[in-house]
C-alpha cells in the first residue's frame, strides 16, 4: 500500500476532523493551508476536483502502464495462439492461404488484446479504490456524494484543526465520525 | 413537442443540491404516469421478439423469408442498423471525450445505455442466424467443446465473434464504470432499505476519495482509448465481413469507412429518437438541452453528407469498373423489383437531412424526432439494399429472386425495437439517465464563471 492509498477514511480514529466545504476552490484553499500547517490531509468529494490531487500529494494515477502491458501482452498471447492452433496443433489447408496468415488475424488478435485491456482497467479501477459490492461501508457523510466536499484533517491539538477549518471557511467542522452506509437517514449529515 | 430553449430564457441556476434532487428523483420514487404507458407499449411490443425466436426455436429457420438465394435476410440487415446504433454511442462517450467536448456530459450516460441495449438486441440476430441456436458456443475457441477442432480464424465471420464480443464487454464495463459514483449518490439519498442495500451493492462501496477519483478518471479516459479503436475496427470487421466476398455491390474497399459513417449517422437519428421523448417525459430539459440536441444533429448533418457521397461514389465505382455484373446490380437496385427500398433510402438518408441546414429546425424538438425516425427508417432500408438487394441479383440470372418478409420477420423486427426500449426505460427507471457527478462539474463551474462552457 502506497502513501497515497492510506487514505484517513480507511483508518478512522477520532482525532481526525472534518470540516465542509460547499465549492472546489475553498476545499483546495483549505487543503493547502492545511497541508502548509504540517497536518496530514484527505478529501472525500461528490465529483472530481481537478488540482486538488498535488496539493494531496498524490500523484498521477499508475493504472495506465499495466494496461498498456497487457493489451501488448495480449496482441503477443493472440498472435502466438494463432500460429499455435494453425501450424503446430492442426494446420489446415484453406484455399492455399499459409498455415499462419497473419493478415488475417489482425481484427481478431486485436479485439482480444483490448478486451483483455478493458478487462484489466476495470478491474484496476475497482481494485485502487478496494471497490466491493458492499452496501455496508462508512462514509463520511451522505452529503459528500450531493453537494459538499469533506476536508479530514489530523492534527496534533484537534482543537486547532477545528478552528483552522472556521477560519478557512468550512461550513460545518467536528471531529470524524464514519457512519454506515445503509444506516444513513436521507437529509442528514454525518454527527459533526 | 416543441420546448423553448432554455438557454434563450433565464438561464436556471443550478446547485449541486438541485441537480442531484432532479436525477434521483425518478430512480427513488415512482415514475411520471407516462412511463408506466411507454413501458407496457413497448414492453408488448418486446414480446413479440420471444414469440418470434420461440417459434423458429420449435419451428426451424424456415419460417423466416430467407432463401436459397437471399440467404442473409432481415437477420443480418436488423443485426448490423443495430450495431450502429451501438457505434454511435460509442462515439458520443468516448470518441467526444477524446476530443474533450464537456457538453457530452448531458448525453453520455444515455447513449452508452444506447450502446449496451442496442449490443444486446444486435447479438440476438447472428445467434438466430446459424440456424443452431443451442451450439452457438461451437463460435467461441472451446477446446473442451468435444469438437476437436477450433474454429476457424482466416474466415471474417470468426472476426466478427470477436470484433462484436470484444466491443459489447468493453461497452458494458465502460457503462458500468460511469454508473459507480452516481449509484453512491442513490445509496446515500435512498428512501428505503432495498434502495440503500441495492443501491449499496451496485455502488461497490464507492467512498469518493480524492485517491478514488484520481484512478476512476485515469480509468475512465483509458476506457475511452480502449473503446475507440475497438468501435472503429468493429465496424469495419463488420464492413470487411461483407466486402472480402465477391456479391457485387460488397466487394468495395469504401465499405469500412461506409459502414462506420453510417454507423454513426443512424445511431445519432437513435440518440434524438431517445433523448427527445425522454427529456420531456423526465423533465430533464435543463440538462440535455436544445443546444445539446444541435450539436449532435450537426455531427448528424456532417456524416450524413459523407454517406450521401458515398452513395454517389458506388454508383460511380460501378459504373467507373466496367463490371457488367456490378454495373447491373447498381441498375437493378435504381429500376428493379426493390428499386422503392432504393428511393426510400436516399430520400430519407440525403433528402430529410438537409432539414438540418436550417438552424429552426436544429433547434425544434419535434423536429428533430421527426427527422431521426425517418433517418433510422432510411439506414434499416440501407442495410436492407446492401444485404437483401445485392443478393437477390447476384451472377447467375437463374438464381436471381424476390425476397419478402413473413409474418415472423416482421415480429422479430418490431420486437427487436420493443426490446430495445423496454431496456432503455427500465434502465431510466432505476439509473440517473445523466451522469450526476460529471454533470456537477460543468454545471457549477459554468453557473460561477457565468459563461456557457
Not at chain 2, 83 to 98: C, E, Y
Not at chain 2, 406 to 416: E, V
Request: glycine fraction near 8%.
Amino acid at each position: 500500500m502506497t502513501d497515497a492509498d492510506s487514505t484517513a477514511v480507511s483508518t478512522p480514529t477520532a482525532a481526525w476532523q472534518v470540516g465542509f466545504f460547499a465549492d472546489d476552490d475553498g476545499l483546495k484553499a483549505a487543503a493547502r493551508a492545511c497541508r502548509t500547517a504540517g497536518w496530514q490531509v484527505d478529501a472525500v468529494t461528490p465529483w472530481p476536483v481537478h488540482g486538488l490531487d498535488p496539493i494531496l500529494g498524490l500523484e498521477r494515477s499508475w493504472i495506465g502502464r499495466p494496461v498498456l502491458g497487457v493489451i501488448l501482452l495480449g496482441l503477443l498471447a493472440a498472435m502466438g495462439g494463432l500460429h499455435f492452433l494453425g501450424v503446430v496443433d492442426w494446420p489446415l489447408n484453406v484455399s492455399g492461404k499459409p498455415y499462419f496468415a497473419w493478415p488475417l488475424f489482425v481484427v481478431p488478435v486485436l479485439e482480444t488484446a483490448l478486451l483483455i485491456g478493458a478487462i484489466v482497467n476495470f478491474n484496476l479501477a475497482l481494485h485502487t479504490s478496494r471497490l466491493l459490492p458492499n452496501p455496508l461501508v462508512e462514509i463520511v457523510s451522505a452529503r459528500c456524494t450531493d453537494d459538499r466536499h469533506a476536508l479530514v484533517v489530523l492534527g496534533a491539538d484537534p482543537a486547532a484543526v477545528r478552528a483552522k477549518l472556521i477560519e478557512l471557511g468550512a461550513s460545518e467542522v467536528g471531529p470524524l465520525v464514519l457512519t454506515s452506509a445503509l444506516s444513513i437517514a436521507h437529509g442528514e449529515t454525518a454527527h459533526v | 413537442m416543441s420546448t423553448p430553449a432554455p438557454s434563450e430564457a433565464t438561464p436556471p441556476v443550478f446547485t449541486a443540491t438541485r441537480i442531484t434532487d432532479d436525477l434521483t428523483r425518478v430512480p427513488l420514487s415512482l415514475p411520471p404516469l407516462p412511463w408506466y404507458g411507454a413501458v407496457l407499449n413497448v414492453g408488448g411490443l418486446a414480446g413479440l421478439l420471444f414469440l418470434s425466436v420461440l417459434f423458429y426455436c420449435v419451428e426451424g429457420y424456415g419460417i423466416f423469408g430467407t432463401n436459397n438465394t437471399v440467404n442473409w435476410g432481415n437477420d443480418i440487415a436488423s443485426y448490423i442498423f443495430w450495431i450502429a446504433v451501438a457505434v454511435a454511442g460509442t462515439l458520443v462517450s468516448s470518441i467526444l471525450l477524446l476530443f474533450r467536448q464537456r457538453w457530452r456530459n448531458a448525453v453520455n450516460r444515455s447513449t452508452e445505455a444506447m450502446t449496451v441495449f442496442a449490443i444486446n438486441i444486435a447479438g440476438i440476430y447472428p445467434l438466430i442466424h446459424t440456424g443452431r441456436p443451442w451450439v452457438d458456443y461451437w463460435l467461441i475457441p472451446l477446446p473442451w467443446d468435444g469438437l476437436g477442432l477450433a474454429p476457424q480464424f482466416k474466415s471474417p465471420i470468426m472476426w466478427d465473434v470477436f470484433a462484436i464480443t470484444g466491443y459489447a464487454t468493453a461497452s458494458v464495463l465502460f457503462f458500468y464504470l460511469g454508473l459507480l459514483p452516481d449509484f453512491a449518490t442513490l445509496r446515500d439519498r435512498a428512501k428505503t432499505t432495498w434502495q440503500r442495500l441495492l443501491y449499496g451493492t451496485l455502488c461497490m462501496g464507492w467512498k469518493g476519495t480524492a485517491s478514488d477519483w484520481r484512478h476512476y478518471e485515469r480509468a475512465y479516459s483509458q476506457f475511452a482509448w480502449i473503446a475507440t479503436p475497438l468501435v472503429i475496427g468493429m465496424h469495419s470487421t463488420i464492413a470487411t465481413l461483407l466486402a472480402v466476398t465477391h456479391v457485387p455491390g460488397w466487394h468495395a474497399t469504401v465499405f469500412p469507412p461506409y459502414f462506420v459513417s453510417g454507423a454513426i449517422f443512424g445511431g445519432l437519428a437513435m440518440a434524438l429518437v431517445i433523448l427527445v421523448p425522454m427529456r420531456k417525459l423526465l423533465a430533464l430539459e435543463n440538462y440535455i438541452t436544445t443546444d445539446h440536441l444541435e450539436k449532435l444533429s450537426k455531427i448528424m448533418l456532417a456524416v450524413g453528407l459523407v454517406v450521401g457521397y458515398v452513395y454517389v461514389m458506388e454508383l460511380f465505382s460501378a459504373w467507373y469498373s466496367e463490371n457488367p455484373v456490378e454495373r447491373d446490380q447498381y441498375w437493378y437496385r435504381m429500376f428493379g423489383a426493390h428499386a422503392w427500398a432504393y428511393w426510400l433510402m436516399i430520400a430519407c438518408n440525403v433528402g430529410v437531412v438537409q432539414l438540418l441546414w436550417f438552424r429552426s429546425i436544429r433547434r425544434h424538438a419535434g423536429a428533430l424526432l421527426l427527422i431521426g425516425l425517418l433517418v433510422n427508417v432510411g439506414m434499416w432500408f440501407e442495410r436492407f439494399n446492401i444485404i437483401v438487394l445485392s443478393l437477390e441479383h447476384e451472377y447467375i440470372p437463374t438464381r436471381w429472386t424476390y425476397y419478402s418478409f413473413t409474418p415472423w420477420d416482421y415480429l422479430l423486427l418490431a420486437g427487436s425495437f420493443g426490446m430495445f426500449f423496454s431496456q432503455f426505460l427500465i434502465f431510466a427507471r432505476i439509473a440517473p439517465v445523466v451522469s450526476i457527478a460529471e454533470i456537477k462539474t460543468v454545471l457549477l463551474r459554468r453557473h460561477k464563471e457565468g459563461s456557457h462552457d
